[in-house]
């Protein structure tokens, strides 16, 4: 079964600052998925990374893939209050036909 | 257009009762996801349907079953509660799953 891994698990970080989310999967995967959840809310759909090398951008945040590395990771870039949230990366695999959540990771921007 | 949505939005209930969740994709979306996500175990994957078919189930015991109707929209039932059954179920729809996975506001169920 693919196994999904995030790191950090939690985020404190300053405004205007710059960090990284990774993800880590097990296994040969078709696509990534990242996603925002506020408390008591439902996910919100970041981006969709669909080939090797594939990156995207919207506003701070910038998310990539490395198929060979089994690695995507979320950029953000000169942090504001806005983004404090908890974000998932999902890894989809066609046999499984389903989403493979990470742990989340919950980020905490500090005025 | 309008999105998911899932009723009810907040779900009480004792040990040993059942409960249905319903969830109504986007409009022509045919492709409907349950999971359930608790703070010990996040986002599990529970089952889809397409087309009125369970196409995968995660794994969970029988007590959790599912169904869609022809008009795409999907019911979910828990039969005999359990006290770790409390979490908050998010229903999903997707229209070719490439694209990806929009998810409904969820719902929440505590079990007493």
């Known amino acids: 079964e693919l196994k999904v891994e995030q790191n950090p698990l939690f985020l404190s970080m300053q405004e205007g600052k710059n960090y990284t989310i990774y993800c880590n999967y097990s296994t040969t995967s078709d696509r990534l998925y990242w996603y925002r959840q506020d408390p008591g809310k439902s996910l919100e759909s970041l981006f969709v990374?669909?080939?090797?090398?594939a990156v995207k951008q919207e506003g701070r945040l910038m998310a990539s893939l490395d198929t060979k590395a089994r690695l995507s990771t979320l950029h953000i870039t000169a942090a504001v209050h806005d983004l404090s949230a908890t974000y998932f990366c999902?890894?989809?695999?066609?046999?499984?036909?389903?989403?493979?959540f990470g742990t989340g990771t919950r980020l905490t921007v500090i005025p | 257009k309008a999105g998911v949505t899932q009723t009810p939005r907040y779900l009480i209930k004792t040990r040993g009762q059942q409960v249905t969740l319903s969830c109504s994709p986007i409009?022509?979306?045919?492709?409907v996801s349950w999971y359930q996500q608790t703070p010990g175990q996040g986002l599990q994957f529970l089952f889809e349907y397409f087309s009125e078919t369970q196409r995968n189930k995660g794994n969970f015991p029988g007590r959790f079953s599912g169904r869609q109707f022809s008009n795409s929209r999907s019911e979910m039932n828990v039969s005999t509660l359990e006290l770790g059954d409390s979490a908050l179920y998010l229903c999903a729809s997707s229209e070719n799953r490439v694209g990806g996975y929009t998810f409904g506001s969820g719902t929440r169920l505590t079990v007493v």
């Open positions: 999902a890894s989809y695999q066609t046999g499984a036909n389903n989403l493979f």
């Open positions: 409009s022509g979306h045919r492709s």
């Open positions: 990374l669909l080939s090797n090398g």
